[in-house]
């Protein structure tokens, strides 16, 4: 035995045998340890692949659950770390997704990448770790068609250093850059094909969807049927455009269009703009050949509540969704492919050359007399259009927009805001047809909700909340009406807080236990949730409902708002109410505004709430503002929109001309007629009105009353079959047919019956960034930026994880408890939990199929440095969702 200090009195021989001895003993250790996983990383350790594993045949992965995510196979450092731009010649250097950068600008760039790299990525080593069979890494190629490294390969992309990606299992050879490449084509393509037929079109302006659709006549043979929940105008405009998917299919696609209206009452069928005698569902020219109205007399008129969507960046910037898909390069080319970089800035006719008819510009030759007149009336007093369905009023206001700027107000003066994006995109685009597209690209078109938004970032400071502050969506919302709710009722009934707590055993126990479980605040919320949408949209405040005696209306209010402050947040609602707030306290703002947008315009009057009316009473009081609308029209009572608007309109504008449009251009004179005959009933008209139209009589409308909702649905499913076997080819029905339902439990059932029938069919109505697949494969892109929260790793684990829903829902359950006790972030705890070999809580299964989701995130990290296609990074994210993989299951059986 030797002493502590007897190893000074080794021979120089037996010193060198001990060193080399523990230097092999302390390479095996690392060995060793590269297998267990670094303590530094967030990840879990990734299996190791071995080459036998490579030869095993795929497994067959759908077993009537959902699938585990995939355990990539990097057996490379991080990226991260590895990080380098290698510098390009001609003082130019290329991001990892392909923008070229200038060198000033690439010097900043490569500080917030290693600032980026190393304050949220420098985590993420790659750790190989034994191989267990659950942990097979062949398997999960197998499973997985994502994009992953091969170090093996021999290909190299440029900048790669000998990387390349490729798809494991059977599909690898089928993904490589050439379908990146081919992905980011087609997307070029698809944005290409509108924009050429607006530019072919600038002769003749309002003509752009006849043209567009003789490119595209094709695609109508296997156009499928529309579903349609019957009444947000959003959708219907959704609908209308079915951008970008099928640019401008609609206007050919219908000619012979018919719409089915389900569990419709008179007065929404009068006032759904795709119904009688307003514009029709799935058309942008044809005239509704049939009209059929199926109705189910017990069904009640639950509220929708669908809010119109924040119009995103890139369409607010004039540039159609398909290009924003693309990265700044990609844009560029297309810009540069379709000439538009090179297009003529619009040249006004002079004056004099409008004196008589046959000199009229294009955009007034198209307008008939009462058209023109509001399009051209003075551009300094305030108009108001009041235009029956279908009677040319965006037509008009594209008119009085071009007069406005023939008279010389600068395209970035003119503000005009719509209720929809996808009719924002709209006008844009009939206005470029006219003008070329950088004269529209100055035009400030808008929602009220973005345009408030954007005004509510830009001034955060004064509204109490950071320029990042949250925005809640429907769901975030209801969550903080619960909360209010609760807080609420605990206030003005002083129930003990303790009955609530929803592990409680009182609460279990009492019977006012029984009356505050959760599921019962819920329910309560339900009521709160339209209170708090109306109050909002009326501009009430907490103190109104006080004076009016409604305590717990007020105290809901206040709890709901101070959540809101607390969170950092706003919901769609406060945009409007804190943009009014914001010009009536700080006279600088509505210096500044009115300065800006000197004219404004307003499209879909009858939709504006309160307090949009409020906002925009404000903005445009310098009186050069054009409103366009119909109070028959007005479908979004219950989301706070107030018709009488028209009316306040006149009370404040007393200097307004008014110009009334009566002469419908897109319906049968049946559905005129019959619109005509039942919106006499309305109670709330501003004004009767007399719609008319000259186009020819049609068939006539059928109305068909059903018991049930089911016998609803299958008397519409018949019909359109036996609609259908009367055509020349059955598919080509089905694109002129358009299903509106009141409720989404009704399209549901339409749905299943759809599919089981083999009918093709699209649904519209849920706006694309609610889905909740978009949601997801946000939150998995938000996780690789710096602010990503909880909240989008919670979302990524319930989406990912391979359990049933109850399992998925006790995992995420347990990681927010643990994230919770620790104070920890929800990644670091579910990083704590997953990594664990054995644990109290959950099996090894249940381990290592969390572990395979936080690899999975580490893979979308990696791929985000990686990867320089945009399209590539998507595909990547989005093959991870379990939906995808199981339509690919369901694509190769
Ligand atoms: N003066 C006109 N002469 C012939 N056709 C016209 C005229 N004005 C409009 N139209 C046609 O009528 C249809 C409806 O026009 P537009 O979309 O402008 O109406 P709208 O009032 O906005 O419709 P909606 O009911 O959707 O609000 C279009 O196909 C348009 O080409």
Same mark, same amino acid.
């Given at each position: 035995?030797?002493?502590?200090?007897?190893?000074?009195?080794?021979?120089?021989?037996?010193?060198?045998?001990?060193? @080399?001895?523990?230097?092999?003993?302390?390479?095996?250790?690392?060995?060793?340890?590269?297998?267990?996983?670094?303590?530094?990383?967030?990840?879990?350790?990734?299996?190791?692949?071995?080459?036998?594993?490579?030869?095993?045949?795929?497994?067959?992965?759908?077993?009537?659950?959902?699938?585990?995510?995939?355990?990539?196979?990097?057996?490379?450092?991080?990226?991260?770390?590895?990080?380098?731009?290698?510098?390009?010649?001609?003082?130019?250097?290329?991001?990892?997704?392909?923008?070229?950068?200038?060198?000033?600008?690439?010097?900043?760039?490569?500080?917030?990448?290693?600032?980026?790299?190393?304050?949220?990525?420098?985590?993420?080593?790659?750790?190989?770790?034994?191989?267990?069979?659950?942990?097979?890494?062949?398997?999960?190629?197998?499973?997985?068609?994502?994009?992953?490294?091969?170090?093996?390969?021999?290909?190299?992309?440029?900048?790669?250093?000998?990387?390349?990606?490729?798809?494991?299992?059977?599909?690898?050879?089928?993904?490589?850059?050439?379908?990146?490449?081919?992905?980011?084509?087609?997307?070029?393509?698809?944005?290409?094909?509108?924009?050429?037929?607006?530019?072919?079109?600038?002769?003749?302006?309002?003509?752009?969807?006849?043209?567009? $659709?003789?490119?595209?006549?094709?695609?109508s043979v296997l156009d499928p049927v529309v579903l349609h929940?019957?009444?947000?105008?959003?959708?219907?405009?959704?609908?209308?455009?079915?951008?970008?998917?099928?640019?401008?299919?609609?206007?050919?696609s219908t000619?012979s269009g018919s719409v089915c209206v389900s569990?419709?009452?008179?007065?929404?069928?009068?006032?759904?703009?795709?119904?009688? =005698?307003?514009?029709?569902v799935i058309?942008?020219?044809?005239?509704l050949d049939e009209l059929l109205v199926v109705?189910?007399?017990?069904?009640?008129?639950?509220?929708?509540?669908?809010?119109?969507?924040?119009?995103?960046?890139?369409?607010?910037?004039?540039?159609?969704?398909?290009?924003?898909?693309?990265?700044?390069?990609?844009?560029?080319?297309?810009?540069?492919?379709?000439?538009?970089?090179?297009?003529?800035?619009?040249?006004?006719?002079?004056?004099?050359?409008?004196?008589?008819?046959?000199?009229?510009?294009?955009?007034?030759?198209?307008?008939?007399?009462?058209?023109?007149?509001?399009? &051209?009336?003075?551009?300094?007093?305030?108009?108001?259009?009041?235009?029956?369905?279908?009677?040319?009023?965006?037509?008009?206001?594209?008119?009085?927009?071009?007069?406005? &700027?023939?008279?010389?107000?600068?395209?970035?003066?003119?503000?005009?805001?719509?209720?929809?994006?996808?009719?924002?995109?709209?006008?844009?685009?009939?206005?470029?047809?006219?003008?070329?597209?950088?004269?529209?690209?100055?035009?400030?078109?808008?929602?009220?909700?973005?345009? $408030?938004?954007?005004? $509510?970032?830009?001034?955060?400071?004064?509204?109490?909340?950071?320029?990042?502050?949250?925005?809640?969506?429907?769901?975030?919302?209801?969550?903080?009406?619960?909360?209010?709710?609760?807080?609420?009722?605990?206030?003005?009934?002083?129930?003990?807080? =303790?009955?609530?707590?929803?592990?409680?055993?009182?609460?279990?126990?009492?019977?006012?236990?029984?009356?505050?479980?959760?599921?019962?605040?819920?329910?309560?919320?339900?009521?709160?949730?339209?209170?708090?949408?109306?109050?909002?949209?009326?501009?009430?405040?907490?103190?109104?409902?006080?004076?009016?005696?409604?305590?717990?209306?007020?105290?809901?209010?206040?709890?709901?708002?101070?959540?809101?402050?607390?969170?950092?947040?706003?919901?769609?609602?406060?945009?409007?109410?804190?943009?009014?707030?914001?010009?009536?306290?700080?006279?600088?703002?509505?210096? @500044?505004?009115?300065?800006?947008?000197?004219?404004?315009?307003?499209?879909?009057?009858?939709?504006?709430?309160?307090?949009?009316?409020?906002?925009?009473?404000?903005?445009?009081?310098?009186?050069?503002?054009?409103?366009?609308?119909?109070?028959?029209?007005?479908?979004?009572?219950?989301?706070?929109?107030?018709?009488?608007?028209?009316?306040?309109?006149?009370?404040?504008?007393?200097?307004?001309?008014?110009?009334?449009?009566?002469?419908?251009?897109?319906?049968?004179?049946?559905?005129?007629?019959?619109?005509?005959?039942?919106?006499?009933?309305?109670?709330?008209?501003?004004?009767?009105?007399?719609?008319?139209?000259?186009?020819?009589?049609?068939e006539?409308?059928a109305?068909m009353?059903c018991?049930?909702e089911a016998a609803e649905c299958s008397f519409v499913v018949d019909s359109i079959l036996m609609n259908g076997s009367g055509q020349v080819s059955l598919d080509s029905a089905f694109g002129n047919i358009a299903v509106l339902y009141?409720?989404?439990?009704t399209g549901k059932l339409f749905q299943a019956a759809f599919r089981s029938r083999k009918i093709p069919f699209n649904v519209?109505?849920?706006?694309?960034?609610?889905?909740?697949?978009?949601?997801?494969?946000?939150?998995?892109?938000?996780?690789?930026?710096?602010?990503?929260?909880?909240?989008?790793?919670?979302?990524?684990?319930?989406?990912?994880?391979?359990?049933?829903?109850?399992?998925?829902?006790?995992?995420?359950?347990?990681? @927010?408890?643990?994230?919770?006790?620790?104070?920890?972030?929800?990644?670091?705890?579910?990083?704590?939990?997953?990594?664990?070999?054995?644990?109290?809580?959950?099996?090894?299964?249940?381990?290592?199929?969390?572990?395979?989701? &936080?690899?999975?995130?580490?893979?979308?990290?990696?791929?985000?440095?990686?990867?320089?296609?945009?399209?590539?990074?998507?595909?990547?994210?989005?093959? &991870?969702?379990?939906?995808?993989?199981?339509?690919?299951?369901?694509?190769?059986?």
């Amino acid at each position: 035995m030797m002493s502590s200090g007897s190893s000074s009195k080794l021979s120089e021989q037996q010193q060198r045998r001990i060193t @080399d001895n523990f230097r092999a003993a302390k390479a095996k250790l690392a060995q060793k340890r590269s297998h267990s996983g670094s303590p530094s990383s967030p990840f879990p350790p990734r299996p190791v692949v071995s080459s036998a594993s490579e030869n095993e045949p795929p497994v067959e992965f759908f077993h009537g659950g959902r699938c585990p995510p995939a355990s990539p196979s990097f057996r490379s450092s991080s990226p991260a770390k590895r990080m380098c731009i290698p510098a390009l010649p001609d003082r130019k250097e290329r991001t990892p997704l392909g923008i070229i950068l200038e060198n000033n600008v690439v010097q900043n760039f490569k500080s917030e990448v290693a600032h980026f790299s190393t304050t949220n990525c420098t985590d993420f080593n790659v750790v190989n770790s034994g191989k267990s069979s659950s942990d097979d890494p062949r398997k999960n190629q197998a499973l997985f068609p994502c994009p992953v490294l091969d170090v093996s390969s021999k290909r190299s992309l440029p900048g790669d250093r000998g990387y390349e990606f490729v798809l494991p299992g059977d599909i690898c050879e089928d993904f490589d850059e050439e379908i990146l490449r081919e992905l980011d084509d087609i997307c070029m393509r698809q944005t290409k094909c509108p924009i050429e037929a607006a530019a072919a079109s600038v002769e003749s302006p309002f003509k752009l969807e006849s043209r567009a $659709c003789s490119t595209d006549s094709h695609v109508s043979v296997l156009d499928p049927v529309v579903l349609h929940s019957g009444v947000p105008q959003d959708e219907l405009h959704d609908v209308k455009m079915r951008a970008p998917e099928r640019p401008a299919t609609l206007a050919c696609s219908t000619a012979s269009g018919s719409v089915c209206v389900s569990s419709s009452t008179p007065h929404h069928l009068a006032s759904a703009r795709g119904g009688l =005698g307003g514009q029709p569902v799935i058309t942008g020219e044809s005239t509704l050949d049939e009209l059929l109205v199926v109705g189910n007399e017990n069904l009640a008129n639950p509220m929708a509540t669908q809010y119109s969507t924040v119009e995103s960046s890139a369409t607010a910037e004039g540039i159609p969704p398909a290009i924003s898909m693309l990265n700044s390069s990609s844009a560029a080319a297309i810009s540069s492919t379709c000439g538009l970089s090179v297009a003529q800035p619009w040249i006004a006719p002079e004056s004099e050359e409008i004196d008589n008819e046959t000199e009229l510009p294009e955009y007034l030759k198209k307008l008939n007399e009462t058209q023109r007149e509001a399009a &051209l009336s003075d551009t300094l007093k305030p108009l108001l259009i009041l235009a029956g369905p279908g009677s040319g009023k965006t037509s008009t206001m594209v008119a009085r927009l071009l007069t406005l &700027l023939r008279e010389g107000v600068e395209a970035k003066s003119i503000l005009a805001m719509t209720f929809t994006t996808a009719a924002a995109t709209e006008m844009r685009q009939r206005v470029a047809v006219a003008t070329g597209k950088s004269v529209s690209k100055e035009l400030t078109i808008s929602t009220f909700h973005s345009f $408030c938004l954007q005004l $509510c970032r830009a001034h955060a400071d004064k509204l109490g909340r950071s320029t990042e502050f949250l925005v809640y969506g429907h769901g975030q919302q209801r969550r903080a009406v619960i909360e209010a709710t609760r807080l609420a009722t605990l206030d003005t009934q002083g129930v003990p807080s =303790g009955f609530v707590e929803k592990d409680s055993s009182e609460a279990k126990e009492s019977e006012a236990g029984k009356d505050f479980c959760p599921a019962m605040w819920k329910e309560k919320a339900k009521k709160w949730q339209q209170f708090v949408t109306q109050a909002k949209a009326a501009g009430r405040t907490s103190l109104d409902y006080e004076k009016m005696g409604n305590a717990l209306g007020a105290a809901v209010l206040r709890h709901y708002e101070a959540t809101l402050a607390a969170c950092d947040a706003l919901d769609y609602h406060d945009f409007i109410s804190f943009a009014v707030s914001l010009l009536e306290k700080n006279s600088e703002v509505l210096n @500044d505004c009115q300065k800006t947008w000197t004219c404004v315009l307003v499209d879909e009057f009858q939709d504006t709430s309160t307090m949009q009316y409020r906002f925009l009473r404000l903005l445009a009081s310098h009186n050069r503002v054009t409103i366009v609308g119909d109070d028959d029209q007005s479908i979004f009572s219950f989301n706070g929109a107030n018709a009488s608007g028209f009316d306040s309109f006149r009370r404040d504008f007393p200097m307004l001309k008014e110009v009334r449009l009566h002469q419908n251009y897109r319906s049968t004179r049946s559905i005129v007629e019959a619109a005509t005959s039942l919106i006499r009933y309305n109670k709330i008209r501003c004004q009767e009105k007399q719609a008319h139209t000259d186009n020819d009589i049609g068939e006539k409308i059928a109305v068909m009353e059903c018991r049930t909702e089911a016998a609803e649905c299958s008397f519409v499913v018949d019909s359109i079959l036996m609609n259908g076997s009367g055509q020349v080819s059955l598919d080509s029905a089905f694109g002129n047919i358009a299903v509106l339902y009141r409720r989404q439990v009704t399209g549901k059932l339409f749905q299943a019956a759809f599919r089981s029938r083999k009918i093709p069919f699209n649904v519209h109505g849920v706006a694309f960034y609610r889905k909740k697949i978009i949601k997801n494969v946000m939150s998995m892109l938000w996780t690789v930026l710096p602010g990503n929260t909880d909240i989008h790793w919670r979302r990524v684990l319930k989406a990912l994880y391979p359990g049933d829903k109850s399992e998925t829902k006790r995992v995420v359950e347990y990681v @927010d408890k643990i994230a919770k006790a620790s104070k920890s972030s929800f990644r670091q705890a579910a990083q704590t939990i997953f990594s664990a070999k054995v644990s109290g809580t959950f099996s090894r299964k249940q381990l290592a199929l969390g572990r395979r989701v &936080l690899t999975s995130l580490d893979m979308v990290h990696r791929l985000a440095h990686k990867e320089r296609s945009l399209s590539g990074l998507l595909t990547a994210v989005v093959n &991870l969702l379990p939906q995808v993989r199981f339509m690919y299951l369901n694509c190769e059986r």
